[in-house]
C-alpha cells in the first residue's frame, strides 16, 4: 500500500471519528479552563520521540543584517548562531516598532514586554530549541498561561488561562517567546473588530486606509508579522482564517490537515474544522513552524492515531540542478474552471498567469486543467451552513444566559438554532460526497489544486497554502498584496511547500515589507517604552470614533 494509500484511509477514519461527536471533549473542557489531561509526548516537546527540528543555515539578506525586524525565522536563527545578533536585540527591536506603530497597526490584544525580554535573556544564555529565541505573535484565543486570552470577546474579557494551548507549549519549548496576543475577529467570526463591530486591525500595507481586507479572523498576526513588529506568528483557521489575511498582507500561511497540529487550549469555533498553523514570511518559515507544532497530543483526539509528520524543512528548501530551479518531486498542478473567470478582476488575472507561466517554467512542474463535479457549487455552498450548528452547541449556555455576550457576531450563532435535525444529517452527507469528489475527482486529475476560496477545503479538513504573487491597486493605494491558495491531498503539506519554495526560489514578491505608517498615524508617544508591558494595543476613544464599524448582519454575512 502506498503512503498516499495510507494517508488516505487515516484522513477519512479521522474525518468519520470527528463528525461522530468525538470531537466534543475538546470543546467545554478546554473552555472552563481544567489542565490537559496528559502531557504531549511527542511534537516538539522535552522527551520527545519526534524527528529533532533543525532550522538550516541560510544566506541572509542584507535588509535583515542592517534591520533584524525584516529577518525570517531562518535568517534571524543563522545571525544569532554567527554571533551577529542576540535574542535581546531583536527582541527589543520589534518592541520598539511596537512602542512606534501599534496605534497604527491595532495588531495586539495584550503586549508582554517583561515576559518576552526575560525570556530573550534566558535564551541567550542558554539557547533550548530551534526557535531559540525567536519572537512571536499568538491569535488571542490560543491559551497562553499567566497572559489574557480573551478571544477578543465579551465572554472571556477577564479570562486568564492557568496553562499554555498545546500549540504554544510547543513553540516555547522550542524556544520560541510570546511577544503577546494578536487582534482578531470576534470569537474568530470575521476582520478584527472590538466585539461590538469597530474595526481595528488594519491591512499593515494600507494602514491609512480602512477600506482595504486586512483578511480575518486571524488578522492581528498577519498584520503583527507584515508589518515587522514579530518574527513569526501563528493563527487558527476555521473559514480561511490563515490563508485570508496571508494573501492580504503578503505573507506565506499554511493552513494544516485536519489534526497534524493540536487545537487542543484553543477556544473553539467549529471542532469538526478548527485548525492550527503559521502564518510566516516565506515557505521555510512556515515549515519551520509547522515542525514544531506538528505531532500527536493526548489532549486532541483528532491528532491520534495519523501518518508520522514529513520532512517539512527539508520540503521548504528549493533543489538547484545546473544552476537552475527544479521541482523535488514532479507536480500536477491544477487550475480550476474559476481560477482564470472572467469575474476575477482583470489586474489580478494577469498576475495568476504570470504565477502559472513561473510554475510550468520550472522543470518538473506540470500546470493541467482540471474539472469540478456538476454539483460543485452546491456541495460547497447552500451546505457550508451546517458548521453553524457546531458553533452554536458550543456557545449554547452563553446565549442562553444573554445573546449580547456574543457581541457583534451574535446573528451566526442564533441561525445555527434554527438549522433543523434533518438539515444537518443532509449535510453531512454532502460532506461525505464533497470529500469523494475531492479525492477522486479532483485529485485524479492533479497532485496539487489552485483554489478560489478556502472554503472549500476547509469543510472537509484538507491542507491548504497561502503566498505571495504580486501587487496591484486598490483605490489610492498602489501597493496591495495579492496571493494565491494551493489545496493538497490528506498530509501531503510538504508537496505543497515543495511548489511554494520552487516559486519563491525564482521570484521575491514574499521579501517585500509594507513602508511604514505615516508619523500622524503612529503616534509613537501612545506605547512608549516604558508602557510597553501593559500596552493593549487598542484604539483610543478617538480613534475609534473614527474607524469604521460593521454592523451584526455584514458580520454574518462575512463570518467564517
Not at 536563527?77 to 545578533?85: A, E, F, S, W
Not at 535581546?88 to 508582554?112: K, M, S, W
Not at 458553533?391 to 449556555?397: K, Q
Not at 486529475?445 to 484538507?462: M, S
Amino acid at each position: 500500500m502506498s503512503a498516499r494509500d495510507v494517508n488516505r484511509r487515516a484522513f477519512l477514519a479521522g474525518t468519520a471519528t470527528v463528525a461522530a461527536g468525538v470531537g466534543t471533549s475538546l470543546g467545554l473542557p478546554a473552555l472552563l479552563g481544567t489542565e490537559p489531561q496528559a502531557q504531549a509526548t511527542t511534537g516538539y516537546a522535552p522527551g520527545s520521540k519526534a524527528q529533532p527540528v533543525k532550522v538550516p543555515t541560510v544566506a541572509v539578506r542584507q535588509a535583515a543584517v542592517d534591520d533584524p525586524t525584516e529577518a525570517t525565522i531562518a535568517e534571524a536563527v543563522t545571525l544569532i548562531r554567527r554571533g551577529r545578533l542576540t535574542s535581546v536585540d531583536l527582541t527589543h527591536a520589534l518592541l520598539d516598532r511596537i512602542g512606534t506603530y501599534e496605534p497604527a497597526y491595532l495588531a495586539f490584544n495584550a503586549i508582554d514586554a517583561d515576559g518576552a525580554t526575560a525570556a530573550a535573556r534566558a535564551q541567550d544564555r542558554r539557547r533550548s530549541g530551534p526557535l531559540g529565541g525567536i519572537p512571536l505573535c499568538i491569535k488571542d484565543n490560543y491559551y497562553t498561561a499567566g497572559l489574557p486570552t480573551t478571544a477578543n470577546s465579551f465572554i472571556f474579557e477577564k479570562f486568564v488561562p492557568p496553562y499554555d494551548a498545546t500549540s504554544v507549549a510547543r513553540l516555547k519549548a522550542a524556544g520560541g517567546i510570546v511577544l503577546g496576543k494578536g487582534q482578531m475577529g470576534p470569537l474568530a467570526t470575521t476582520r478584527a473588530t472590538t466585539p461590538n463591530g469597530t474595526v481595528t486591525t488594519v491591512n499593515a500595507w494600507t494602514p491609512t486606509d480602512l477600506s482595504v481586507d486586512p483578511g480575518g479572523s486571524s488578522t492581528g498576526p498577519g498584520c503583527a508579522v507584515a508589518g515587522r513588529m514579530a518574527t513569526s506568528s501563528i493563527g487558527t483557521q476555521t473559514g480561511g482564517s490563515i490563508v485570508l489575511p496571508s494573501n492580504a498582507q503578503n505573507l506565506t500561511g499554511l493552513k494544516p490537515t485536519m489534526g497534524r497540529t493540536s487545537i487542543y487550549g484553543v477556544i473553539p469555533l467549529s471542532y469538526t474544522r478548527d485548525h492550527s498553523g503559521p502564518l510566516a514570511r516565506n515557505a521555510l518559515d512556515a515549515a519551520v513552524m509547522l515542525a514544531v507544532m506538528a505531532g500527536p497530543d493526548p489532549n486532541d483526539v483528532r491528532t491520534l492515531g495519523l501518518p508520522e509528520p514529513a520532512d517539512y524543512i527539508t520540503s521548504a528548501l528549493p533543489v538547484y540542478r545546473g544552476g537552475k530551479v527544479v521541482m523535488r518531486r514532479k507536480v500536477r498542478i491544477g487550475v480550476p474552471p474559476d481560477y482564470l473567470a472572467a469575474s476575477v478582476p482583470a489586474d489580478v488575472r494577469t498576475l495568476r498567469r504570470s504565477f502559472l507561466d513561473a510554475m510550468a517554467n520550472i522543470p518538473g512542474a506540470t500546470v493541467v486543467d482540471v474539472t469540478y463535479p456538476d454539483d460543485w457549487d452546491l456541495l460547497t455552498g447552500v451546505f457550508n451552513n451546517v458548521r453553524l450548528s457546531e458553533r452554536t452547541e458550543e456557545m449554547l449556555p452563553f446565549l442562553q444566559q444573554d445573546p449580547k455576550l456574543l457581541g457583534v457576531s451574535s446573528l451566526s450563532w442564533l441561525q445555527g438554532l434554527f438549522l433543523s435535525g434533518d438539515e444537518w444529517v443532509t449535510g453531512q452527507r454532502a460532506k461525505t460526497r464533497l470529500v469523494r469528489e475531492v479525492l477522486d475527482g479532483v485529485f485524479g486529475q492533479c497532485d496539487v489544486v489552485l483554489q478560489t476560496g478556502p472554503t472549500q477545503f476547509d469543510q472537509i479538513g484538507l491542507p491548504e497554502l497561502a503566498l505571495p504573487i504580486g501587487f496591484h491597486a486598490v483605490g489610492a493605494n498602489p501597493m496591495v498584496p495579492v496571493g494565491t491558495i494551493i489545496g493538497g491531498r490528506p498530509y501531503e503539506e510538504d508537496l505543497l511547500l515543495e511548489v511554494a519554495a520552487a516559486y519563491q526560489a525564482v521570484t521575491d514578491w514574499h521579501d517585500r515589507r509594507p513602508a511604514d505608517p505615516p508619523a500622524a498615524a503612529a503616534h509613537s508617544a501612545a506605547v512608549s517604552p516604558q508602557s510597553r508591558a501593559t500596552a493593549a494595543g487598542r484604539a483610543t476613544p478617538e480613534q475609534r470614533a473614527s474607524l469604521s464599524r460593521l454592523t451584526a448582519a455584514e458580520v454574518a454575512a462575512r463570518t467564517a
